[in-house]
C-alpha cells in the first residue's frame, strides 16, 4: 500500500494523489504542488489515505509544501488578473471573428501559463489568436476547448430543485447517466423535465438508480399476473422504493395496493385479459 494525499485544484474538481512526503496534512489545507512543470495552489481533500499501487498513476509527485501567505496573496491576485484577461480575451475573439464563447481564464501560480477554457460548436483555428493573446499577456498561452457539461461546472447556477448545481458544488468527477435512468424512475421523459442547465441529463437521474435496479429485479413488472390473499390479478402500478404493487383484480375495476412482502410467495407469470 501506498500513503498518499487526495488534493483538488478547484472546489468541486476531481481529486488527484500525491506523496505526503515528511509532513502531515490537515482537511482544507492549502497546499503547492507542481503538475507537467507548473506550479498550482491546491486544496486537501484527503489528509491521507492508502491505496493499493494499481490504483494510482506509475509516477506519483510529491507536494512541494504548504502554500505560505505570500503565495496566497500571488493566488489572489492572478484571479483578478485572469478576469481582466477574460474581457480582454472577449475583445479579441470578437476582433478576429471566431464562433466561441471564453468560458473561464486561470493563471498557473508562478504566471508561466495563462489558460482559457472555451466553448463552440465545431473546431475552431485559433492560431492567430493566440498570438495575439502571447503579445499581449507575455506568457505561455494554452486555449482549451470544453464541453457544455464543463461549462456549468465552471460557472455554476442554481438547478431545477432550487439547490446550487451538484457539478459545480461538489461533483468531483462527471457520472454517465442515460435516458434509461428516468425510466426506471418512472420520471416524464420531457427534456425540459430530466435536464439540467447544460441541457443534458441531470447528474442526479443516477443518486438513487441503483436502488430502483435492485427494486425492478426484485418486484414483477407490469402485466405480469400474480395470486394476491384476494385472487388473482395483473400487475398495474408499482411503487419502487416503498416496494408497493398495485394489483387489479380479476372482474374488479379500481386496483388494489399490496406490499411486496404479501405477494412474493403468490408470483406467477403468465396473461390475463382487463
Not at 485544484?9 to 481529486?15: C, D, H, L, N, V
Not at 501559463?113 to 499581449?136: C, Q
Not at 460557472?155 to 462527471?174: H, N
Not at 388473482?232 to 374488479?252: A, E, I, P, Q, S
Amino acid at each position: 500500500m501506498v500513503e498518499v494525499v487526495g488534493v483538488r485544484y478547484k472546489e468541486a474538481g476531481p481529486i488527484y494523489y500525491f506523496k505526503p512526503g515528511q509532513l502531515t496534512y490537515e482537511y482544507n489545507e492549502k497546499v503547492i504542488v507542481e503538475t507537467q512543470k507548473n506550479l498550482h495552489i491546491a486544496t486537501v481533500a484527503i489528509p491521507k489515505a492508502e491505496l493499493d499501487p494499481e490504483e494510482l498513476p506509475e509516477q506519483i509527485s510529491s507536494i512541494l509544501h504548504k502554500a505560505t501567505q505570500a503565495e496566497l496573496e500571488k493566488e489572489q491576485k492572478n484571479k483578478e488578473d485572469a478576469e481582466q484577461a477574460r474581457l480582454i480575451a472577449k475583445e479579441k475573439v470578437k476582433k478576429h471573428g471566431l464562433e466561441m464563447k471564453i468560458i473561464h481564464v486561470e493563471y498557473t501560480l508562478d504566471r508561466s501559463k495563462l489558460i482559457f477554457s472555451f466553448t463552440a460548436d465545431g473546431r475552431i483555428d485559433f492560431r492567430e489568436l493566440v498570438k495575439d493573446l502571447a503579445a499581449v499577456f507575455r506568457t505561455r498561452i494554452e486555449l482549451q476547448q470544453i464541453g457544455v457539461r464543463d461549462e456549468a461546472k465552471l460557472l455554476g447556477g442554481i438547478g431545477p430543485c432550487g439547490r446550487p448545481l451538484c457539478c459545480a458544488s461538489f461533483l468531483g468527477d462527471f457520472v454517465p447517466v442515460s435516458i434509461k435512468m428516468a425510466k426506471n424512475q418512472n420520471l416524464s421523459l420531457n427534456p425540459t423535465k430530466i435536464s439540467g442547465l447544460c441541457g443534458r441529463l441531470m447528474c442526479c437521474l443516477q443518486y438513487e438508480n441503483e436502488e430502483y435496479e435492485l427494486a425492478k429485479k426484485a418486484l414483477p413488472d407490469f402485466g405480469t399476473v400474480v395470486n394476491t390473499p384476494d385472487g388473482k390479478g395483473k400487475v398495474v402500478g408499482l411503487n419502487l422504493l416503498n416496494r408497493l404493487v398495485n394489483v387489479r383484480l380479476t372482474g374488479r375495476e379500481n386496483p388494489i395496493e399490496y406490499e411486496w412482502d404479501e405477494l412474493k410467495n403468490f408470483i406467477q407469470v403468465g396473461e390475463i385479459n382487463g
